[in-house]
């Protein structure tokens, strides 16, 4: 039986006890993003009630807002509008609002997760162990351990090659973990949301055949408007999940082009860069799985359903909120 991640480990829900708010039965709740990829406050969720969602304009029916604690409903509106709530969108959001979120841990990716991470994370991690060990040093398990490989080098030519390193990047040697901990942190995000696209590739490429199977049923094919949504349904996610593959592999070359002439400036750069993407590969991620949850939760099996359910669940469920989802050019970032 799969064993459902922590809300804070996903794109689309994000838990409220970790942000600053006023009122205690809030805290309780969480952001979630609907089927129709709507922005709604989950009060409860169980197997017997199911999931008691409302609006974040219509809170004020279930609590109380006045001069002491309005912010919270000005708060959670503004979150709810988000495309994703993936830790790192919510980290730039709460930025911009002038909120500390560095320290807060529901705004970081729990511990297993980012075990899972590694893999993805030694594309990145790689140029910097060869620039400083030369490959002759065993690749992390995590970035702690990264960190520790250059507050402790255990090799004389690792302490040679730090001095040039932050010589090259024009900081002291002792600046060198902050500087390791901050390229964690910017790559970090990029092996998530590339963690993520590969956990969706299978039920894309399902609904995707749900999708031909669809417009081959006879029944179904004089359906004009029908047929229109499964072919923009179909370029919509192919599109979307070419555009993420592209951009991701953007960073990666340019990170290992980085190296060549890297100081902190190259690095600073690249980190703006990241972060300016964040938000919109964020959203585009969170509609692809939020659609795909919902279909597979409604048709578990490639035989659940009869085809004018599956119609009826395409017009009124999948098509809703695509339009929200940005393009992500691969040319905007050259």
């Known amino acids: 039986m799969d064993v459902e991640p922590p809300d804070k480990d996903t794109l689309h829900k994000l838990p ?5 708010l006023v009122t205690s039965g809030l805290r309780k709740a969480r952001l979630i993003k609907n089927a129709r990829f709507e922005g709604v406050v989950e009060l409860f969720s169980d197997e017997k009630s199911g999931s008691g969602q409302i609006s974040p304009d219509r809170l004020a029916e279930v609590y109380h807002f006045d001069s002491h604690n309005q912010s919270d409903l ?18 730039v959001a709460l930025r911009r609002l002038g909120m500390e979120v560095e320290d807060v841990d529901a705004l970081q990716i729990s511990p297993e997760l980012r075990t899972q991470l590694v893999p993805h994370m030694r594309t990145f991690t790689r140029p910097l162990l060869h620039a400083v060990y030369g490959g002759e040093t065993q690749e992390p398990g995590d970035l702690k351990d990264l960190i520790n490989l250059f507050v402790s080098p255990n090799k004389a030519v690792a302490k040679e090659n730090l001095a040039r390193l932050s010589h090259r990047m024009r900081i002291e040697v002792t600046a060198i973990p902050k500087f390791i901990e901050d390229y964690g942190d910017v790559y ?14 299978p039920q894309i490429q399902s609904f995707l055949q749900a999708m031909e199977e669809m417009q081959r049923t006879p029944s ?16 919509k996610i192919n599109g979307i999940v070419h555009e993420l593959g ?6 990666r070359i340019r990170t290992i082009d980085m190296w060549e002439k890297m100081s902190e400036e190259t690095f600073r750069r690249m980190e703006a860069m990241i972060i300016g993407y964040q938000t919109a ?21 490639k035989e659940s359903g009869g085809p004018w359910s599956r119609a009826d669940f395409l017009m009124t469920n999948m098509r809703p909120g695509l339009e929200l989802v940005q393009d992500i050019r691969y040319e905007d970032a050259q």
Not at 74 to 91: A, E, F, G, P
Not at 246 to 251: A, D, H, V
């Open 281 to 301: 590969i964020g959203a585009a991620l969170c509609i692809i799985t939020v659609k795909m949850n919902a279909w597979n939760q409604q048709f578990p099996q």
């Open 188 to 201: 970090l995000a990029l092996a998530y949301y590339q963690y993520c696209l590969d956990q969706n590739k």
């Open 16 to 20: 409220l006890q970790g942000l600053p």
């Open 220 to 235: 179904l094919k004089q359906a004009a408007n029908l047929m229109a949504t499964c072919k923009m349904l179909e370029t």
């Open 74 to 91: 000005d708060l959670i509106k503004h979150l709810s509008q988000l495309n994703s709530y993936d830790v790192y969108t919510v980290r």
């Open 246 to 251: 592209n951009i991701l592999e953007m960073f």
